[in-house]
């Protein structure tokens, strides 16, 4: 963020770098239960990230010191593959890594139905195999269908999308160059039902002004994330469920 370029970020008709307007989310391809190893798994394509999620528990958690008597926890690990940018990433945890872990854990344990599993743990593993700007709200998207899809109660699936501002224009989810060469990245996670924030964090300066736009443009790209996420969950599941809805057998009795 904040670097120097010599490209244009945003041309004179409002075109960006990869073509898209200012409002354009890059593509976003969802697909669920992709791991037989796991309760539950996401593997999520958003523009140029690649990111693996799988979902393990409720479970025991251990260490026990980490357990709570009245609920569970979610425990989320957010892991860079060494080959996933461009400069081999050193493998294993850093600060980044650490923090985001963290915010992502944070975000999707304020949806789960905690209560109903004290001493648990959900453990959510998060990998990112390319990364090209936003894998935080790649993976906390991923995260949460890969939750759904091990069929851990939630009160919403949790989505995020980034806005921020890149060659003196706010924009919808950042792309590489933009967030690498523009003035401010603002990454947000929300319920979608009821509209209340799960996370939000901010790099570089916005007016408030831009910071209402961006927070606008945000929120407009989680709900059309949001609505990637059911399809995907509804396309896995509407082929397990028989034709009408099942009930037709009851309804004859
Ligand atoms: O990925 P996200 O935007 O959530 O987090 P960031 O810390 O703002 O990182 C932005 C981008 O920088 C990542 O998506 C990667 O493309 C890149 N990056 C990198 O090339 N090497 C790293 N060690 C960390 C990030």
Request: glycine share 10%; with cysteine; proline share 5%.
């Amino acid at each position: 963020m904040g670097g120097k370029c010599d490209i244009e970020l945003i041309d004179k008709k409002g075109k960006r770098v990869d073509g898209r307007t200012p409002e354009q989310l890059r593509d976003v391809k969802i697909e669920v239960g992709v791991l037989h190893g796991a309760d539950g798994s996401c593997y999520l394509e958003w523009g140029g990230n690649k990111v693996m999620a799988g979902v393990y528990g409720p479970r025991e958690a251990v260490p026990r010191r980490v357990q709570n008597a009245r609920r569970a926890i979610v425990q989320c690990k957010y892991n860079m593959a060494a080959f996933s940018v461009d400069e081999r990433k050193r493998p294993g945890p850093d600060r980044r890594s650490r923090e985001i872990s963290k915010v992502i854990s944070e975000a999707l344990e304020a949806v789960v139905l905690t209560e109903m599993f004290p001493r648990a743990s959900i453990d959510v593993n998060i990998e990112i195999l390319q990364a090209e700007a936003g894998t935080r709200c790649a993976g906390l998207t991923a995260a949460a269908v890969a939750m759904a899809d091990a069929g851990i109660p939630m009160r919403d699936i949790p989505v995020a999308c980034a806005a921020g501002k890149a060659g003196g224009h706010v924009v919808m989810d950042l792309g590489k160059l933009e967030d690498n060469f523009g003035e401010a990245d603002l990454p947000i996670a929300i319920a979608p039902r009821t509209g209340e924030i799960l996370l939000m964090q901010m790099d570089g300066h916005l007016t408030p002004e831009e910071f209402e736009r961006a927070f606008q443009l945000a929120f407009d790209g989680c709900i059309k994330v949001g609505e990637l996420q059911k399809k995907a969950l509804m396309e896995k599941y509407a082929k397990a469920v028989p034709e009408g809805n099942g009930n037709e057998a009851a309804k004859e009795e």
